[in-house]
T-cell receptor, first 116, second 113 residues
Framework: AQSVTQPDIHITVSEGASLELRCNYSYGATPYLFWYVQSPGQGLQLLLK??????LVQGIKGFEAEFKRSQSSFNLRKPSVHWSDAAEYFC??????????????FGAGTRLAVHP | GAGVSQSPSNKVTEKGKDVELRCDPISGHTALYWYRQSLGQGLEFLIY????????KSGLPSDRFSAERTGGSVSTLTIQRTQQEDSAVYLC???????????FGPGTRLLVL
């Protein structure tokens, strides 16, 4: 069965510091991979996605992620964190449904706190 | 109407009552998904609609949960005889045909007392 693991439940960084959030997946074929962000009381906003091609993908708000098949990982990075990045981050993998669509299987999330 | 909308934003109900949650997807999105976000279970898939095809109900936790989608657009998730463990945020998402990216609504926060 497909699964997603986010090993870090909570991360605290200083504003301006670099950030890496870890994500490991379990999936038999080439996965569809996503990172979403959720601010308090809000829905999920898509940061970036990987379907195929270049393994380094750029997203919104200065985020990027790198797909590493050999490590079954899709880690999210940002070179310099802003206070407004404080939120919960979810990694997800697409899992096949009928009709060719995919449900999303989410990791448990990583809550990011940013110190001034 | 730029995004997925959901109503109500918050719902407080008593144990044993029925509730209805509404989702209005992005115009042109034929696929619609319901997810539940709870403290104990995280984010989990509930049900999926694609056009006029029969829905995929594989994620519904019990037969107290049902959903319908009228006219290929608005969807209603119904929970009958609510239990305290149904307390969660219910999220709706939609996507274009043949596209993998799902766009989420703000969610309905349900509290069962």
């Amino acid at each position: 069965a497909q699964s997603v693991t986010q090993p870090d439940i909570h991360i605290t960084v200083s504003e301006g510091a670099s950030l890496e959030l870890r994500c490991n997946y379990s999936y038999g074929a080439t996965p569809y991979l996503f990172w979403y962000v959720q601010s308090p009381g809000q829905g999920l906003q898509l940061l970036l996605k990987y379907f195929s091609g270049d393994t380094l993908v750029q997203g919104i708000k200065g985020f990027e992620a790198e797909f590493k098949r050999s490590q079954s990982s899709f880690n999210l990075r940002k070179p310099s964190v802003h206070w407004s990045d404080a939120a919960e981050y979810f990694c997800a993998v697409g899992s096949s449904l009928s009709g060719g669509y995919n449900k999303l299987i989410f990791g448990a999330g990583t809550r990011l706190a940013v110190h001034p | 109407g730029a995004g997925v909308s959901q109503s109500p934003s918050n719902k407080v109900t008593e144990k044993g009552k029925d509730v209805e949650l509404r989702c209005d997807p992005i115009s042109g999105h034929t696929a619609l998904y319901w997810y539940r976000q709870s403290l104990g279970q995280g984010l989990e898939f509930l049900i999926y609609f694609q056009g006029n095809s029969a829905p995929d109900k594989s994620g519904l936790p019990s037969d107290r949960f049902s959903a319908e989608r009228t006219g290929g657009s608005v969807s209603t998730l119904t929970i009958q005889r609510t239990q305290q463990e149904d307390s969660a945020v219910y999220l709706c998402a939609s996507s274009f045909p043949n596209q993998e990216t799902q766009y989420f609504g703000p969610g309905t926060r349900l509290l069962v007392l």
